[in-house]
């Protein structure tokens, strides 16, 4: 199986790992221990997910080339932040109507594969009265649903965080599968600023590798995503240094946890620096630096499709980045799993007016082919707009 190959060939990747240290030994042979000879270990593997044939058919799906993930699954209090720029309140129909436009635009198959849906919009009809899971699958868009119950404060860390949603997850995912629901998210994060502590690398990697596990037994290929927050004022090199140890923390516990590979999608932040860093970075030392974190720490070819999070960047940079990863020679699918960077343009020329639906529609559908040529690696940022290379990043959270 995956995993097992896997570990046979890592590196040590357990670490008591934190801010300005190197990695700790482990103790030498020489250390006073007493050794005991034991019976030889039995390991026990158990059998492959009967979904295994469907999750890695998914994944293939939302890796189509030229297409990547619309990601539309802020809850319903981030949403109402959303409604708020444009001087809408937090309703249902407000909620609504808003991911109605979304959902509706014609032609957005064409370059979006999945759509991650909130907990409310898989359950909920267009404000015609169809079934938004219908509007999407009948585009050939896949149906995602964000599965994680958010971040709370991580006891014990350097005033860290961890995501909690693990409890009562199996009812609720073969829920979101009957639901339509084929793959699935959820979002933990990594602070620079406060660490990152050994703890929480581990609490994140950990939360993540059990998530992946049972979402795979309810036919849900899961989104593999520890996001590394873009606060602070450190520079590239810092980014890369704390992405190679998450990653390398990420794949140890999805292996340890008998995680089909092949069945799931990995959305990493792209290396970038810190949002304070007076040092920025070219589209290309991006492309650069996230491709180099790829080649260190991908554990096996079947490991081929990349969703990146657009970080708070703005749309165009967003874009520009992506861009450049695909001009450099790469064996993987390099690809787009964006909201704010997708949706801002699109929400602002909407302005909750429903005269201005049809334009809103036709600004997302713009932003979805410019991303779309963008994992192609043609595009060539002509044309767009001073809205477009606004960005939009707010500490601890990205939109």
């Known amino acids: 199986?995956?995993?097992?190959s896997f570990l046979k060939?890592?590196?040590v990747l357990k670490t008591e790992w934190t801010k300005g240290q190197s990695l700790r030994q482990p103790p030498s042979s020489s250390s006073s221990v007493s050794l005991v000879r034991s019976r030889p270990t039995t390991f026990t593997v158990r059998a492959t997910t009967s979904y295994a044939d469907e999750l890695i058919k998914t994944a293939k799906t939302v890796a189509s080339p030229g297409r990547g993930i619309l990601a539309m699954d802020e809850s319903n209090a981030t949403c109402g932040k959303r409604l708020a720029s444009i001087g809408l309140e937090n309703t249902e129909a407000n909620r609504q109507a808003y991911r109605t436009l979304l959902v509706s635009v014609s032609g957005l198959g064409q370059y979006i594969s999945g759509a991650i849906l909130f907990?409310?919009?898989?359950y909920q009809s267009t404000v015609?009265?169809?079934k938004m899971v219908d509007v999407l699958v009948?585009?050939?868009i896949v149906p995602g649903i964000k599965v994680d119950?958010?971040?709370v404060p991580l006891t014990g860390s350097n005033n860290e965080s961890w995501c909690q949603g693990l409890d009562g997850l199996a009812s609720r995912t073969a829920a979101?599968?009957?639901q339509g629901a084929r793959f699935a998210k959820w979002r933990t994060v990594v602070s620079i600023p406060n660490g990152p502590s050994a703890l929480a690398v581990k609490e994140a990697a950990w939360g993540l590798a059990r998530y992946a596990a049972i979402c795979q037994e309810s036919g849900l290929a899961p989104i593999v995503e520890p996001e590394i927050l873009l606060d602070g004022e450190h520079g590239i090199e810092r980014t890369f240094e704390v992405a190679l140890k998450v990653w390398a923390e990420v794949f140890y516990y999805l292996a340890e946890n008998n995680v089909l590979f092949e069945g799931i999608?990995?959305?990493p932040s792209m290396v970038t620096p810190g949002a304070e860093c007076k040092d920025r970075a070219t589209p290309e030392q991006v492309a650069d630096y996230t491709l180099k974190l790829l080649q260190r720490r991908i554990p096996q070819p079947s490991l081929e499709s990349w969703q990146f999070l657009s970080g708070g960047q703005s749309e165009v940079e967003a874009t520009l980045n992506l861009n450049a990863m695909n001009q450099s020679p790469n064996p993987w699918h390099v690809s787009f799993s964006y909201a704010r960077a997708l949706q801002n343009t699109c929400l602002k020329t909407w302005g909750g007016r429903p005269e201005n639906v049809k334009a809103a529609q036709e600004a997302l559908l713009i932003r979805a082919k410019a991303n779309s040529l963008a994992q192609l690696g043609k595009y060539t940022g002509e044309g767009e707009s001073e809205e477009a290379k606004k960005g939009m990043f707010v500490k601890g959270y990205v939109y």
Not at 119 to 122: A, K, R, V
């Open 119 to 122: 907990e409310e919009t898989l």
């Open 149 to 151: 119950k958010g971040l």
């Open 138 to 140: 009948e585009q050939n």
């Open 9 to 11: 060939s890592s590196p």
């Open 128 to 130: 015609e009265g169809k």
């Open 1 to 4: 199986m995956a995993s097992a």
């Open 176 to 178: 979101y599968y009957q």
């Open 265 to 267: 999608l990995l959305k």
